[in-house]
């Protein structure tokens, strides 16, 4: 009778969490595929990649009712490639998503942790990069980070509830520095549902982006651009009619004295005096058309005006960037893909790397103005 009471009491120490948490739920994506690419200094490249359309990922996330309508929340993430098994997000575990917090039908979300910013949540939506195109559909070196480049560290975040199709948020990261505002990042945003129609806009500024290791944009291979101080701002609207669905998105970033950007190994300093700004205004127009529920076709152009000002002079180049893509589904969870990325870089020269063009995603820029590549994968959900 003792160990039998000995044996309910041990079993009831390890089951009684179990059913303190409501839910647990693993999940994971996996997206590989083969990549040509016209002009990787100088010369044509064959290689496999992962994760473009969506990245790998796989992750737990969890809920627990407290009762009144609040719910405790958690979400790890991890990126990885498929191709070496190494980690993603500059080597972290859950350099995705790693956050925990309180949920309320009436009050909203609140969550700590390592998140995605108010450019991602609200405005990306309205992209072809953030929405169903990915990586290659990026504006130039992601500069208005739609595409999810950089995620922000010691996050709170709060996100209202929907009110009649409304909904808005917003983001503070600390520096976790006792100079408070050294590599610190706020932003706001908010979309508008209705029918077909969706409406966003999203605002974020980071201080010194990337000065260390600890703050809320860590130097481990986040980063887009290594800076003083990155602001953006945008708006966007799509619209759903039937089977088709079209687009418009513009984003303003300006860049204050930058040093340099992540996706390029050239320098984009001028050969004399010091880079005072770098600013980006990308207009782009999307659409896409569902012709049967297994199968759809994409397109985009996106038109960037940049304008690099250096202490020694400025110059205005213009980009060029187009998109096409076409997905088909194989099952509920696993699709083919193929997409085709091209740029061109026009106008002014600026005398540094950035008058090469760069197709986010390549493995390298171009040794001309111009660069296109091909992408065919398989992606998997699960």
């Known amino acids: 009778?003792?160990?039998?009471?000995?044996?309910?009491?041990?079993?009831?120490?390890?089951?009684?969490?179990?059913?303190?948490?409501?839910?647990?739920?693993?999940?994971?994506?996996?997206?590989?595929?083969?990549?040509?690419?016209?002009?990787?200094?100088?010369?044509?490249?064959?290689?496999?990649?992962?994760?473009?359309?969506?990245?790998?990922?796989?992750?737990?996330?969890?809920?627990?009712?407290?009762?009144?309508?609040?719910?405790?929340?958690?979400?790890?993430?991890?990126?990885?490639?498929?191709?070496?098994?190494?980690?993603?997000?500059?080597?972290?575990?859950?350099?995705?998503?790693?956050?925990?917090?309180?949920?309320?039908?009436?009050?909203?979300?609140?969550?700590?942790?390592?998140?995605?910013?108010?450019?991602?949540?609200?405005?990306?939506?309205?992209?072809?990069?953030?929405?169903?195109?990915?990586?290659?559909?990026?504006?130039?070196?992601?500069?208005?980070?739609?595409?999810?480049?950089?995620?922000?560290?010691?996050?709170?975040?709060?996100?209202?509830?929907d009110f009649a199709g409304l909904q808005v948020g917003g983001t503070y990261s600390f520096s976790n520095d006792t100079n408070f505002a050294n590599n610190r990042q706020y932003s706001i945003g908010g979309q508008y549902a209705n029918g077909g129609l969706l409406v966003a806009a999203a605002y974020l500024q980071a201080n010194n982006p990337s000065s260390s290791a600890s703050g809320a944009i860590n130097n481990g291979g986040d980063e887009n651009f290594l800076a003083k101080r990155l602001r953006v701002f945008g708006g966007g609207i799509n619209y759903t009619f039937g089977s088709a669905t079209a687009g418009f998105a513009y984003t303003n970033t300006d860049i204050t004295s930058p040093l340099s950007t992540t996706y390029i190994s050239g320098s984009i300093l001028p050969a004399a005096g010091a880079l005072n700004a770098l600013k980006f205004q990308n207009f782009e127009i999307n659409g896409k058309y569902q012709f049967t529920p297994s199968f759809y076709v994409g397109a985009q152009y996106v038109y960037t005006m940049e304008t690099f000002d250096a202490s020694s002079g400025s110059a205005k180049p213009k980009i060029h960037s187009v998109g096409l893509m076409a997905d088909y589904n194989l099952s509920k969870r696993t699709d083919f893909y193929v997409q085709g990325a091209y740029q061109k870089v026009a106008g002014d020269k600026t005398g540094t790397a950035l008058d090469q063009a760069y197709v986010p995603g390549a493995a390298h820029a171009s040794s001309t103005s111009n660069q296109f590549v091909f992408r065919a994968a398989i992606r998997h959900k699960f």
């Open 1 to 161: 009778m003792k160990r039998q009471t000995i044996a309910l009491a041990v079993a009831t120490a390890f089951v009684a969490p179990v059913f303190a948490q409501n839910t647990v739920t693993l999940y994971g994506l996996i997206d590989e595929g083969f990549d040509y690419t016209n002009n990787v200094h100088g010369k044509s490249l064959s290689e496999l990649q992962c994760g473009y359309a969506q990245g790998s990922r796989w992750g737990l996330k969890g809920t627990e009712d407290l009762g009144g309508g609040l719910k405790t929340i958690f979400t790890l993430e991890n990126g990885f490639d498929v191709n070496n098994g190494k980690l993603g997000q500059g080597g972290l575990m859950f350099g995705r998503q790693a956050y925990v917090g309180l949920t309320d039908d009436k009050y909203g979300t609140i969550t700590f942790g390592r998140q995605y910013d108010s450019l991602v949540d609200y405005l990306a939506q309205t992209t072809a990069n953030g929405n169903w195109a990915g990586y290659l559909f990026s504006h130039p070196y992601d500069n208005d980070n739609t595409d999810n480049s950089f995620r922000v560290n010691n996050t709170i975040k709060y996100a209202s509830p």
